[in-house]
T-cell receptor, first 114, second 112 residues
Framework: NAGVTQTPKFRILKIGQSMTLQCTQD?????MYWYRQDPGMGLKLIYY???????DKGEVPNGYNVSRSTTEDFPLRLELAAPSQTSVYFC?????????????FGDGTRLSIL | TQLLEQSPQFLSIQEGENLTVYCNSS?????LQWYRQEPGEGPVLLVT?????EVKKLKRLTFQFGDARKDSSLHITAAQPGDTGLYLC????????????FGKGTHLIIQP
């Protein structure tokens, strides 16, 4: 089982460039999430989705956009990259609400904005 | 915004010692999860505690959820080098759907 797959694993962007971080899961989970993890910090929620066609903002959504056209895929779009967006980005999925269901994480995308 | 404070932030001990990591908040959580993260990988769930006062054991790891569901602890008995890693607590708010609130984590190093 692949679980949650994130691509690319590493990327360097110049200020002002844009890119899409890809996330796909093969567990047929309805809930999907994007987090960012800065050095020495815990994970912060960027966006989440409870099903195809439904997305909502998390704690730190500014500078990002998402879409959820299928159950499997939940891409994260960075428009006009800024140095403050240098971070490690994690995608996660869960079968249901995280009150009782575990979140399954990908291995992350390490993004540097220079 | 719900906040989770973890302590200590860093801990380095010798193999065979016991340790406790704390996760505290002023907010009530519907449930609390503990994750372990290895370098270069995503967090992996260790346990979920839901009921106030609940205690769960996972081999040498004991997890406790506070009676008021505002705090939790992780106790490791006879720590081993394989326990080295970043331990994260994460709380779920009342709504449930909107993801987890993570603490900053405890970096644990077990020296042989």
């Amino acid at each position: 089982n692949a679980g949650v797959t994130q691509t690319p694993k590493f990327r360097i962007l110049k200020i002002g460039q844009s890119m899409t971080l890809q996330c796909t899961q093969d567990m047929n989970h309805n809930y999907m999430y994007w987090y960012r993890q800065d050095p020495g910090m815990g994970l912060k929620l960027i966006y989440y989705s409870v099903g195809a066609g439904i997305t909502d903002k998390g704690e730190v959504p500014n500078g990002y956009n998402v879409s959820r056209s299928t159950t499997e895929d939940f891409p994260l779009r960075l428009e006009l990259a800024a140095p403050s967006q240098t971070s490690v980005y994690f995608c996660a999925s869960s079968r249901g609400t995280p009150i009782r269901q575990p979140q399954h994480f990908g291995d992350g995308t390490r993004l540097s904005i220079l | 915004t719900q906040l989770l404070e973890q302590s200590p932030q860093f801990l380095s001990i010798q193999e065979g010692e016991n340790l406790t990591v704390y996760c505290n908040s002023s907010s009530v959580f519907s449930s609390l999860q503990w994750y372990r993260q290895e370098p270069g990988e995503g967090p992996v769930l260790l346990v979920t505690v839901v009921t106030g006062g609940e205690v769960k054991k996972l081999k040498r790891l004991t997890f406790q959820f506070g009676d008021a569901r505002k705090d939790s602890s992780l106790h490791i008995t006879a720590a081993q080098p394989g326990d080295t890693g970043l331990y994260l607590c994460a709380g779920v708010g009342g709504g449930g759907a909107d993801g987890l609130t993570f603490g900053k984590g405890t970096h644990l190093i077990i020296q042989p």
